[in-house]
């Protein structure tokens, strides 16, 4: 199995920042990788696929970046609705696996 | 608009047995790939099984295999779990997802989960 490891596992940020998230893969997995924010007691939310194409309707706030085994997930401009934790997954082969998640808080 | 609704978890005893259920609308279930993917109390998002668009191919995580299957009911447009030996490691919230496809498995709709709570 391809594991997925994130970093950090927590991040604390203010208001408007700029933060990146960094999501590692065991093995190369070109550019299948997805990510997600999920917030408290809610679904995850798709957000970027193909390491680094924005789904419909996501805010250009957010960015992917990556291929091979390395990727991070920017986002800016930070809003009070976008302190969640973010999960990245990879697609790349079954079984599908995803990052431990990175909580960003709220400085 | 796609719709993705789970039922059927609640609580049931180690070595008991639960079906989940997940109704889509918006979309017909025949046309894509989806998922069960879980998340346990403070942890992250598991993958648990996921089935083809045709239905003929299943997969499974290791953790769930020979005791969990996925399967679906066209005409109802249902997808389903059926979970069997069930184990207080597998108490979690069960999400199902539509994949885009079975080739590229990432999740573009879920829905908003069922817990299950395995404890005597």
């Known amino acids: 199995d391809i594991q997925m490891t994130q970093s950090p596992s927590s991040l604390s940020a203010s208001v408007g920042d700029r933060v990146t998230i960094t999501c590692r893969a065991s093995q190369g997995i070109i550019n299948y990788l997805a990510w997600f924010q999920q917030k408290p007691g809610k679904a995850p939310k798709f957000l970027i696929y193909g390491a680094s194409s924005l789904q419909s309707g996501v805010p250009s706030k957010f960015s992917g970046s990556g291929s091979g085994t390395d990727f991070t997930l920017t986002i800016s401009s930070l809003q009070p609705e976008d302190f969640a934790t973010y999960y990245c997954e990879q697609y790349f082969s079954y079984p599908v696996t995803f990052g431990q998640g990175t909580r960003l808080e709220i400085k | 608009e796609v719709q993705l609704l789970e039922s059927g978890g609640g609580l049931v005893q180690p070595g008991g047995s639960l079906r989940l259920s997940c109704t889509a609308s918006?979309?017909?279930?025949?046309?894509?790939?989806m998922s069960w993917v879980r998340q346990a109390p403070g942890k992250g998002l598991e993958w648990v099984s996921a089935?083809?668009?045709?239905?003929?191919?299943?997969y499974y995580a290791d953790s769930v295999k020979g005791r969990f299957t996925i399967s679906r009911d066209i005409s109802r447009n249902t997808l389903h779990l059926q979970m069997d030996s069930l184990r207080a490691e597998d108490t979690a919230v069960y999400f199902c997802a539509k994949a885009v496809s079975w080739a590229r498995p990432y999740f573009d709709y879920w829905g908003q989960g069922t817990l299950v709570t395995v404890s005597s």
């Open positions: 918006g979309f017909a279930l025949r046309s894509y790939s």
């Open positions: 089935m083809s668009e045709s239905g003929e191919s299943k």
